[in-house]
């Protein structure tokens, strides 16, 4: 389930970078509720049918907050989108293991960062995964990098997704859909 939701996160973002250029605004990255509403659009066109942006969870607003319907199986993924330029970015891990609820099977965290930013997966890394658990997955060309992550430090060992993708202005290729009628 959790895997399924990051297949789809990650060909959104595969989308999105394709209109790189788009994103721009006097040579900045538009904000990151811009990136957000087009994971949360991606989503619902890959046919997850129960998507919300900005769901109120635990005291935050969760960017994105995916319904999963499944036998056996009945809660939500979170996804958070962080800039890069953020300076809360190093916060993020937290800041999702706060919003678990009874209910959260899982988490996707996309950062987003320009060529400019010049991150690298150990920057990343370093930066943004701290006292995690990092196990790196395979990784698009047109994204900077996807791992799974997990931490017993917060008390909680549920699976989490890091995609970072770096926001260019060139066009790339796109693979086909990963919608999947059982979401």
Known sequence: MLDDAVADVTEV??????????????????????????VATGLLLLGWRHVEREALQKGGYVDVKLAVERAALDGHVVVEV?????????????????????????????????????VTGDKYRAGCLAGVRVEQRPTPSDLLGCCHTSSTSSGFSQPWKEISSRIRSTVCGRSGSASDSTR
């Not at 973002?13 to 990151?32: A, I, S």
């Not at 953020?86 to 937290?94: A, G, H, I, L, T």
């Open 82 to 118: 962080k800039k890069w330029t953020n300076n809360d970015r190093s916060k993020v891990q937290q800041q999702v293991f706060d919003y678990r609820t009874t209910g959260t099977l899982g988490a996707i965290v996309v950062m987003v960062a320009t060529p400019d930013d010049k």
């Open 13 to 38: 973002l595969r989308c999105v970078h394709r209109f790189g250029l788009d994103l721009y605004r006097d040579g900045n990255l538009l904000q990151e509720e811009v990136f957000s509403t087009f």
